[in-house]
């Protein structure tokens, strides 16, 4: 060992020693369930009346019985009857949208941009709003058990509302990493007055002790890259050390490729900053080769997919570089326990299919439990390049859920990751932790922050919810990226005349 390497080791060890005698910041959970992880097989261990201690910001024990350590004055947590999990990952979000809850219930994709999106809110949005938006939505995805986030932050309209934003996430305490998205909105901004906005936040002082990171997001790698620009946005991505890169993917009738052969094609995929293609609906065999050999991952979004149409026919072939994602929570779920439950069926509902069609009937399962829990923590992590997330084993950072297991849709639970996927709602997540510190305890957000949070952004909300009331619904164009934009048959759930299709109720 050089010296220098050998004072930097005595450096981690003596910190780490110092961080081991100190009374505050430790927490023992005990005598609980805990779906731990196994580094060797890199699946789940389950450990019943096990014990997780967790020091400062990580775990440093994981007990199979009573701990063999309980450093002075730890926090004595008991789960008897619980089970431990780790945080959840959503590797695809809008947070800044939470203002919109409930309006857009029936939106479509193409109306969703020329309503909802980027390209109208500059024009009613000041930076408080997209603060008190951002925070309430992280709070939201923290109470549901949702711990890091990989934020796709379209609200980098000016410099107050990208800062407003990216501010919110550091206060809320969860672990975003707030990828600033490169984009011109016309009338508004454009890429080169955005280079030395982004340069700013990246000296953002509170970043230095806050679990959020700078990352970046773009949707122009192709057909026709502006390759210069994209030159500069990958220079100034090594200059900050993002913590990641993310790309609307979707291709097929929706065009916007951003594929990664695009990406590949100009030299950028093979990095070692974590790239990840959001929805990737209709990505390429190649594209999944390229995706295995470059070590790069998608976020299946399985009820936006749904709801918005970008539908998800590939995705099923690429769940060993897959992680999944909620998008624009305004409009469904904000948590990925029931992103989790709906791929996984959809997923058994698709592989069922191919027997059916042959007119045969199946024997086994194709997906189980711990297929779907592994893509809703340890998959994201990966995603993210973060080996240290996502999982439950010593060294691991201490991102916890606490679910009540005596709740009344897990009283007489066995098996606890079945329980947890198939039958638990996020309602039984009785206790987060992030980065070592409790977010929720006893059922409710603990946060200092919270309850002024919730009432500026129930002010803020209503009022631009008034606004949106207002605003006629837009004339979309005929034709999109080159296909006729048509009316999808309706369902009809009513008898007789009509569709039933009924109203919203704004
Ligand atoms: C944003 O608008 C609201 C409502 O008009 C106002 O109360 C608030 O002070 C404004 N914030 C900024 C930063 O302009
Ligand atoms: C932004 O606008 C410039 C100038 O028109 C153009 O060259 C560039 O490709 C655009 N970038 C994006 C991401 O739309
Ligand atoms: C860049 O950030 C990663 C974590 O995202 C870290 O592991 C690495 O050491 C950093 N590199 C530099 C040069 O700071
Ligand atoms: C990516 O780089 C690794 C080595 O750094 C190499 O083994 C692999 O073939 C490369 N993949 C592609 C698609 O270029
Ligand atoms: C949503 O429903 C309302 C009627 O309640 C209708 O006017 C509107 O066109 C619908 N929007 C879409 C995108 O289908
Ligand atoms: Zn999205």
Do not use: C
Request: proline share 5%; charged share 20%; no cysteine.
């Amino acid at each position: 060992m050089r010296l220098v390497n050998r004072i930097a080791a005595l450096v981690v060890l003596l910190s780490a020693v110092s961080a081991g005698s100190s009374d505050s910041n430790s927490i023992l959970i005990k005598g609980g369930t805990v779906v731990a992880f196994n580094q060797e097989t890199q699946g789940l261990r389950v450990i019943r009346g096990g014990s997780v201690l967790v020091e400062n910001d990580r775990i440093t024990g994981v007990f199979d019985g009573a701990p063999s350590r309980v450093p002075k004055g730890a926090e004595i947590f008991d789960a008897k009857g619980k089970i431990i999990t780790p945080g959840f990952i959503d590797t695809h979000r809008h947070g800044w949208q939470t203002v919109f809850k409930t309006i857009g219930s029936n939106t479509t994709l193409i109306e969703f941009f020329f309503r909802y999106s980027s390209l109208v809110a500059p024009f009613f949005w000041n930076a408080s709003d997209v603060y008190d938006s951002q925070l309430a939505g992280l709070y939201e995805a923290l109470n549901a058990g949702v711990t890091t986030s990989l934020d796709h932050a379209t609200h980098t309209w000016s410099k107050d509302a990208a800062d407003a934003g990216f501010q919110a996430s550091i206060d809320s305490g969860a672990r975003v990493l707030w990828a600033f998205s490169f984009a011109n909105i016309t009338d508004v901004v454009t890429v080169e007055q955005q280079y030395p906005i982004f340069r700013a936040l990246a000296k953002k002082p509170g970043l230095k002790n806050s679990p959020t990171t700078l990352a970046i997001a773009y949707d122009a790698w192709g057909p026709n890259p502006n390759v210069a620009e994209i030159d500069k946005i990958m220079a100034l991505a090594r200059e900050v050390n993002v913590s990641a890169i993310t790309t609307h993917s979707l291709q097929g009738p929706w065009g916007s490729d951003n594929s990664p052969e695009d990406i590949h094609a100009l030299n950028y995929l093979n990095i070692s900053i974590p790239i990840v293609f959001s929805h990737a609906s209709f990505l390429s065999a190649t594209g999944r080769d390229l995706l295995r050999s470059t070590n790069q991952y998608i976020s299946i979004t399985p009820e936006s997919e749904m709801h918005y149409g970008q539908t998800h026919p590939v995705s099923s072939l690429i769940q060993d570089q897959a992680s999944l994602g909620v998008d624009t929570h305004m409009t469904f779920s904000t948590d990925i326990l029931t992103q989790a439950r709906i791929w996984l069926q959809q997923t058994r509902y698709e592989r069922y299919l191919d027997v059916l069609e042959q007119t045969k009937l199946p024997k086994t399962n194709p997906m189980s439990a711990e297929q779907a829990f592994l893509l809703a923590t340890r998959s994201g992590a990966l995603a993210l390049r973060r080996p240290d997330l996502g999982a439950i084993f010593t060294g691991a950072k201490a991102d916890l859920l606490v679910w009540d297991g005596d709740s009344p849709p897990l009283l007489g639970w066995d098996d606890p990751v079945a329980a947890v996927i198939l039958h638990a709602s996020v309602g039984d997540i009785e206790a987060v932790i992030v980065d070592g510190k409790w977010a929720k305890k006893g059922g409710k957000l603990i946060s200092k922050g919270y309850p002024e949070a919730r009432k500026k952004f129930l002010s803020t909300a209503k009022r631009l919810q008034e606004v949106w009331r207002g605003l006629p619904l837009p004339e979309l164009p005929p034709v999109w990226n080159g296909h006729p934009v048509v009316d999808p048959e309706r369902v009809d759930v009513k008898r007789g005349e009509g569709d039933g299709y009924g109203s919203v109720y704004i």
